[in-house]
Every structure is written in structure tokens, then in C-alpha cells.
T-cell receptor
């Protein structure tokens, strides 16, 4: 079956530091890949996505590139802020266009990131 | 409403009681999903609705769990004879129909079985 593995946290950084969260996946088909973020006290929000190999998703200074050869989708940000403190989830959706199965997501375990001033 | 609304936000129940969790999706979103977030298992898919039908129930952990959706809108997740291992945050998400459309999540219902 499908699975997503991401680095365990917590990850503690100082402001303006470089952030990388590793994510690898296994899938039976050709999945789409996502990063979701959960800020304290809030619901899950889509951060970025990529739907095919070599696509780069980006948002709010975060980037992730779909690497089919290494089955990875690592999240990076060059200079983090205190407001980036959150739990980050890597996820995949292994459904096909026009399929009837919906876009259910398979999530990694989440990585808590704490950015200190 | 502006987003996915779930109620109650917190629920404490005694072992063996039944509970109902409600999800009100974004208007116009035909797809609706239930997930469970627990300490030991992370985020797990439970069930998917397209309109009022549920073509994928593969994530429901036992026959104590059921869900329905009426009018293509509100959904209710029911857990019968609750057990302590049912304690978790239950998340609902909705999206438009289509390939890889963005799923919008509610803030969840935290269920504690004592």
C-alpha cells in the first residue's frame, strides 16, 4: 500500500535559519504530493503541492520538488520566521484523473518545527 | 459558512457510550472526507463521500464506526460502544469534485473516552 515517511521532530531552529524537512514515499501508482501545515490552534492547511515529476511547489517562501527517481518531496525554506512554528505533514494522493475514488490523502507522521527568536 | 465546520470541538464520553460527530462542509463541495489523528497512528483516512454515497469506506477501523451524509452536505460520524482507543482528533475535509482539488480541513473534534 501507499505510505509516507517524514523526519521526526521536533526541529528547533533560530530565526533566519535554513529549514529542511525530509519526506519520502511509496505508492502503487503515480501520486500527487502535498505539504500541509497545522499552526497552533488551527486546522490543517494546504501549503504546496506538485502533481508530476520535477514539478516544484512553492508558497510562503517554502519549496518542494517532486523527485520521482528518489521518491522524495523534501520541504525547504531559506530563512524561517517565528511564525513558521507549526506541524508540517507530507502527504500523497494516489488517485487517477477521472477516477471515482476521490482524492484521499495518505499522510506522514508530521514534523513539529519550533522557531526561536 | 466560510470554512469547514465541525462540532462539537471537544467531547468527553464514557466507555461504552455512543457518540456522534458532525461536519458541515464548504457550500458547493461535493467531496467530503473523514480522517482520524491520534498519537500512535498519525493521520489516518476513514471514509470518503461523493455526494451522499460513500464509495470508499476502507479506513473505518471496525463496524462500531459508521458515517452518513444527507443532502450532499452535512455528514455525521457515529461511533458506537466507544473504547479508549477511539480517543483521537477526528478531522473532516471537503473539496470540489475533480482531480487533486484542494481539500479544506475543519479544526476537528477532540474525542476523549474515559
Amino acid at each position: 500500500g501507499d505510505s509516507v515517511t517524514q523526519m521526526e521532530g521536533p526541529v528547533t531552529l533560530s530565526e533566519e535559519a535554513f529549514l529542511t524537512i525530509n519526506c519520502t514515499y511509496t505508492a502503487t501508482g503515480y501520486p500527487s504530493l502535498f505539504w500541509y501545515v497545522q499552526y497552533p490552534g488551527e486546522g490543517l492547511q494546504l501549503l504546496l503541492k506538485a502533481t508530476k515529476a520535477d514539478d516544484k511547489g512553492s508558497n510562503k517562501g517554502f519549496e518542494a520538488t517532486y523527485r520521482k527517481e528518489t521518491t522524495s518531496f523534501h520541504l525547504e525554506k531559506g530563512s524561517v520566521q517565528v511564525s513558521d512554528s507549526a506541524v508540517y505533514f507530507c502527504a500523497l494522493s494516489d488517485t487517477q484523473p477521472g477516477g471515482a475514488a476521490g482524492n484521499k490523502l495518505t499522510f506522514g507522521g508530521g514534523t513539529r518545527v519550533l522557531v526561536k527568536p | 459558512g466560510a470554512g469547514v465546520s465541525q462540532s462539537p470541538s471537544n467531547k468527553v464520553t464514557e466507555k461504552g457510550k455512543d457518540v456522534e460527530l458532525r461536519c458541515d462542509p464548504i457550500s458547493g463541495h461535493t467531496a467530503l472526507y473523514w480522517y482520524r489523528q491520534s498519537l500512535g497512528q498519525g493521520l489516518e483516512f476513514l471514509i470518503y463521500f461523493q455526494g451522499n454515497s460513500a464509495p470508499d469506506k476502507s479506513g473505518l477501523p471496525s463496524d462500531r464506526f459508521s458515517a452518513e451524509r444527507t443532502g450532499g452536505s452535512v455528514s455525521t460520524l457515529t461511533i458506537q460502544r466507544t473504547q479508549q482507543e477511539d480517543s483521537a482528533v477526528y478531522l473532516c475535509a471537503s473539496s470540489r469534485q475533480g482531480y487533486n482539488t484542494e481539500a479544506f480541513f475543519g479544526q476537528g473534534t477532540r474525542l476523549t473516552v474515559v
